[in-house]
């Protein structure tokens, strides 16, 4: 069967699962690079079966139990709805006629499922990244990846080693010491409905995110405020004028 499309993603995915091989060399380094993944029960949604299969060969490549696999989110739901896999690997296309692809991200990101989500992309441009990273999910990996970047993607995920900057940054125009903070504009908003005494559930319903992703982004505004809790996060942004001073 012929699928109505052909996903434009990399040249590791073009390929279908028996037709990824390595050589016991590869295949040792593989395994070693494995050792340090703790995730076990994975499942694979794809719209794509091909897409889904290739991996599906790439997890198990990697040392992981890929435990199912998927094209229509229907069906992932069931499955992952009764056996609660520790990783799911999503896809954010869905057919025709199907939930839409955020849509299922939220679902699976959310009570009472809460998973481990690493979504994918077999299209460029389906959804803004913003979008997707905002459904609650762990990462994203983008069109073009190799099967070294998933195992990374997984690693990182399951024990991150790795911190990069932001690069959407919003720095207030004074004080001058307040874009030391390097608030994303998704972080300050979020800080700033904090400041008004909006608890992490009601500013996930203004902003139609989940409070898993509020948590997300709160942490990181500790971090970047260096403080350890939400009442020292207020005085730190009042002092750098990020919000309002209350009265």
């Known amino acids: 069967m012929v699928e ?7 040249d590791d995915f073009h390929k279908s699962a028996h037709q990824i091989s390595t050589s016991d060399a590869q295949a040792r380094q593989e395994g070693e690079a494995a050792s340090t993944i703790t995730r076990q029960g994975v499942f694979v949604y794809n719209r794509y079966s091909l897409v889904a299969d290739a991996f599906a060969s790439v997890l198990r490549s990697a040392g992981l139990d890929v435990v199912g696999t998927a094209t229509a989110p229907e069906l992932a739901l069931d499955f992952v709805g009764s056996s609660h896999p520790d990783l799911l690997v999503a896809g954010v296309e869905t057919p025709p006629g199907s939930i839409d692809g955020l849509g299922f991200l939220r679902r699976v990101t959310e009570p009472p499922l809460s998973l481990t989500v690493i979504a994918t992309a077999a299209r460029r441009g389906v959804y803004p990244v913003e979008d997707i990273l905002e459904t609650g999910v762990a990462a994203f990996i983008d069109t073009g990846a190799s099967r070294e970047d998933v195992a990374f993607a997984i690693r990182q995920t399951d024990d991150r080693s790795i911190h990069l900057a932001e690069r959407d940054v919003v720095c207030p125009p004074s004080p001058a010491a307040a874009c030391d903070a390097a608030l994303t504009a998704r972080e300050l908003e979020i800080l700033r409905l904090a400041s008004e005494g909006y608890s ?12 898993q992703t509020v948590k997300f982004h709160l942490s990181n505004v500790y971090r970047k405020l ?5 009442t020292q996060a207020m005085h730190q942004a009042q002092l750098l004028h990020l919000v309002q001073a209350t009265s």
Do not use: C, E, H, K
């Not at 109505?4 to 990399?10: F, L």
């Not at 260096?226 to 939400?230: I, K, L």
């Open 4 to 10: 109505d499309d052909v996903p434009d993603v990399g």
């Open 200 to 211: 992490n559930g009601q500013v996930a319903a203004q902003l139609r995110i989940t409070r």
């Open 226 to 230: 260096d403080v350890a809790n939400r």
